[in-house]
């Protein structure tokens, strides 16, 4: 039977990825990354564990859609020839439409999928804003924030973490939705780098959230329907 396997990379520094997943690297079959582009992957580099990623496949696809899915066929048909493993920033379980796809089209299909547990970087979030995630937070793509805020009808989620805002494009049509509901001179915070030495955590006005320098694939937002979070910070 086929056997593929699935691992995090954590939030960003290589101490928060578990020993588990350190023991799957280590195994003597093939690794394949969803991208290089990830701080951990330099400590991969450092290990001389050797790997392989899709990073080629975002240059051919259309849209994400088309990406997430040519990605998770072609683990699959990989796994048909042999065990493999393939990592993912952060957790498999947030934010990660390939292990969701990946868990659809291995049905009746003669696969193990094995998908272990990892931390992403919604904890470290957590330890930094002292939020407490069962009071109400809703996570949600950049490219969805939009789509959901006009099905809310008005209702705006206690706290909104919006990720994916990897791009100034991106973070301007984003600013321009959120906008429409909470206001122009709405607070937020804004987060880069989390769990990094470079790591940001600053509260700016929403207006001004294109306008940041430091706008990347590390870059997530944080707004609350009240400002009644506090900024606050754990090792």
């Not at 582009?37 to 580099?45: A, G, N, W, Y």
């Not at 072609?74 to 379980?93: I, Q």
């Not at 002292?130 to 949600?140: F, K, M, R, Y």
Request: net charge negative; charged share 25%.
């Amino acid at each position: 039977m086929a056997e593929l396997t699935v691992v995090g990379l954590g939030p960003g520094r290589e101490g928060l990825i578990t020993e588990e997943t350190w023991d799957v690297f280590r195994r003597e079959q093939p690794l394949f990354l969803r991208t290089c582009i990830h701080p951990t992957v330099k400590e991969l580099r450092s290990r001389k564990i050797p790997f392989s990623s899709y990073d080629s496949f975002y240059e051919e696809a259309e849209d994400f859609a088309s990406l997430y899915e040519a990605i998770a066929k072609d683990l699959l048909a990989r796994a048909e020839k042999g065990p493999l493993t393939y990592a993912v920033p952060g957790s498999p379980f947030v934010a990660e439409r390939t292990v969701v796809l990946l868990r659809e089209l291995s049905k009746g299909r003669d696969v193990t999928l094995n998908i272990l547990p990892a931390m992403s970087f919604v904890e470290v979030l957590c330890a930094r804003l002292a939020l407490d995630p069962v009071e109400g937070l809703t996570i949600l793509d950049a490219s969805d924030v939009e789509g959901f805020l006009y099905r809310m009808e008005g209702r705006l989620p206690h706290t909104l973490l919006v990720t994916q805002v990897y791009s100034p494009h991106v973070a301007s049509d984003l600013k321009l939705a959120l906008m429409d509901h909470y206001g122009d001179e709405a607070r937020a915070i804004y987060l880069h780098s989390l769990a990094l030495p470079d790591e940001s955590v600053r509260e700016i006005p929403l207006y001004e959230l294109d306008r940041q320098q430091d706008i990347d694939h590390l870059t997530s937002l944080v707004v609350y329907a009240k400002s009644s979070m506090q900024i606050g910070r754990i090792s």
